[in-house]
């Protein structure tokens, strides 16, 4: 694969929305900590350097050797980039008298330079640093200011190199998406190159060249990731691709069924395999959400390794692994905090000896879409809201029964069903329910119940790294909750869950 433009993490909370940019000018990138720089940049055309919480004048300063980029390649340096060349090539940093955070607007372009082309005067510009550039580097030259930032982009003469103070991957940045492309496609002259039908053609490609006349094997979930990962691995190897899709019981109401269903006419070799007993059997009286994790991800191994040893001579594991996993895994700092195990990180363990090929890692959630529309998956299909892999048991809080299990399952599909019925589903990144550890007092009729409460949960979102809470219309919470009280014994209270992520997450447990 071309790999057109490399961009070095600085810890930014932004960085992935600097590569989602990029992608979106179709254009190729990848990202690496700035500690993990790729030797040899032959394949690239450009750089950039990204954000960081840190301070160029502190101590704990991240330290980078651009020696083997600068003057060779194009240089884009964002926020603490531009503030790192600065600082260490001669110019000043220091604490800013006020903390430049939020909207701001170019009070001063220089005239007919080729990074502002098509941006317009007072364009709204997005600050978020508390240092501020006080003197240019060597050469430097200003390009840009705002009221209060004196030098918020610059030049450095000599070199393909230019910086900026604020961040222009970041919606609030309004001409941002013009600079990126100014300074990729006409500075850097970077080919857009990188669409779904070319990004179909060059997998298929490699992996014929990887796998060859191998069989593999892929755990199918129903999800958009692994479906899209099993017709890329179809296109390219036909009936050597054996699919599994394990019934763990935890699946929403008749799952199981419809996906099976769903990939009958697909031309996939798949085996259903209903494992929902054992499952719940070894799940009996855990509580603990990190338990039930390993549990379920234990079982998964060994359900899905017993089916894979009845198939002769498989080689290869696909995963439906996607970019964020992949990023997430190396961070600027070492692995990420833990907040919860991930069901489908690490792999398989060593006894099962097979190779791993994961041929969407380099996509982000919204480009397995299109790749999937591209391969001619339905859109019913890949506009499937995300569904966590140790499925029910973490929106059942406490221990898991079968009678919990299909209370939830019939709030979970009264839910999703209007949520369709009423045009709502696709304005949703991600919808469910969660059963609470919790009875209420309530009236039926003229009988007193002691009963579950149930939480709705609804999140907007592009790749589920923030979200917020969905203002689904108030009519619609009260046809929704009237349904549930009335059809699903059990339930006598229904809640909306209005938190966003951060400081929430999506799921509960």
Same mark, same amino acid.
């Given at each position: 694969m071309q790999h057109n433009v490399?961009?070095?993490?600085? #810890?930014?909370?932004?960085?992935?929305?600097?590569?989602?940019?990029?992608? =979106?000018?179709? /254009? $190729?990138? =990848? /990202? @690496?900590? %700035?500690?993990?720089?790729?030797?040899?940049?032959?394949?690239? +055309?450009?750089?950039?350097? #990204?954000?960081?919480? %840190?301070s160029v004048r502190s101590e704990d300063a991240l330290h980078i050797d651009l020696s083997h980029i600068r003057g060779k390649l194009p240089?884009?340096?964002?926020?603490?980039?531009?503030? %790192?060349?600065? *600082? $260490?090539s001669g110019g000043e940093v220091a604490a800013s008298n006020i903390r430049e955070y939020g909207r701001a607007n170019l009070s001063y372009i220089k005239e007919n330079e080729l990074f502002f082309e098509k941006v317009n005067f007072h364009s709204q510009v997005w600050m978020s640093h508390s240092d501020t550039i006080k003197h240019l580097p060597t050469n430097g030259v200003k390009l840009a200011s705002t009221n209060d930032v004196e030098n918020a982009a610059y030049k450095i003469e000599g070199e393909t190199t230019y910086a900026i103070q $604020?961040?222009? =991957?970041?919606?609030?940045?309004?001409? #941002? +998406?013009?600079?990126l492309e100014n300074f990729l496609v006409k500075i850097a002259q970077v080919e857009q190159s990188f669409t779904p039908n070319a990004f179909?053609?060059?997998?298929? !490609?490699?992996?014929? =060249?990887?796998? &060859?006349?191998? +069989?593999?094997?892929?755990?199918?979930?129903?999800?958009?990731?692994?479906?899209?990962?099993?017709?890329?691995?179809?296109?390219?190897i036909g009936k050597n691709l054996y699919c599994i899709f394990v019934n763990n019981g935890l699946l929403r109401k008749n799952e199981f069924e419809n996906v099976l269903h769903q990939y009958k006419d697909m031309g996939l070799n798949v085996k259903g395999v209903d494992a929902s007993e054992r499952f719940l059997a070894e799940l009996t009286d855990v509580e603990d959400p990190e338990t039930k994790r390993k /549990?379920?991800?234990?079982v998964f191994v060994e359900v899905f390794d017993e089916e894979a040893h009845l198939l002769k001579d498989v080689s290869w594991l696909a995963q439906g692994t996607i970019y964020p996993d992949v990023i997430e895994?190396?961070?600027? +700092? &070492?692995?990420s905090a833990t907040i919860k195990s991930h069901h489908n990180v690490g792999g398989l363990p060593d006894f099962m000896k097979l190779k791993i090929v994961e041929p969407l890692r380099m996509l982000f959630k919204d480009e397995v879409r299109r790749v999937g529309a591209t391969l001619g998956i339905d859109a019913e299909l890949l506009g499937r809201h995300p569904f966590p892999g140790p499925g029910l048991?973490?929106?059942?809080?406490?221990?898991?029964?079968?009678? !919990?299990?299909?209370?939830?399952?019939?709030?979970?599909? /009264? @839910?999703? !069903? &209007?949520? !369709?019925? *009423?045009?709502l589903y696709d304005k949703v990144w991600q919808a469910g329910a969660i059963l609470l550890p919790v009875n209420s007092v309530g009236v039926m009729g003229d009988e007193r119940t002691y009963e579950k409460v149930v939480a709705l949960r609804a999140v907007e979102s592009t790749d589920g790294m923030t979200a917020d809470w969905v203002h689904l219309p108030y009519d619609f919470l009260m046809k929704i909750s009237n349904e549930i009280i009335n059809k699903v014994k059990g339930v006598n209270r229904v809640v909306y869950d209005i938190s966003s992520k951060p400081p929430a997450t999506i799921e509960w447990e």
């Open positions: 490399l961009i070095l993490d600085f #810890g930014s909370q932004y960085t992935q929305l600097i590569a989602r940019r990029v992608r =979106e000018l179709n /254009i $190729f990138c =990848e /990202i @690496f900590p %700035y500690n993990h720089c790729p030797t040899d940049l032959s394949s690239y +055309k450009a750089v950039i350097l #990204g954000g960081s919480p %840190y240089i884009l340096a964002v926020c603490y980039g531009a503030q %790192y060349l600065a *600082h $260490f $604020f961040h222009p =991957e970041v919606y609030h940045s309004t001409d #941002g +998406k013009q600079m179909v053609d060059d997998c298929v !490609k490699e992996l014929q =060249e990887k796998v &060859g006349n191998d +069989k593999v094997v892929l755990g199918l979930s129903g999800g958009v990731d692994s479906t899209v990962a099993a017709v890329l691995l179809n296109k390219a /549990i379920i991800g234990r895994s190396v961070s600027v +700092k &070492g692995p048991s973490i929106r059942i809080l406490g221990a898991i029964t079968p009678e !919990k299990v299909r209370i939830l399952q019939e709030v979970d599909d /009264i @839910f999703i !069903k &209007g949520l !369709k019925e *009423h045009g």
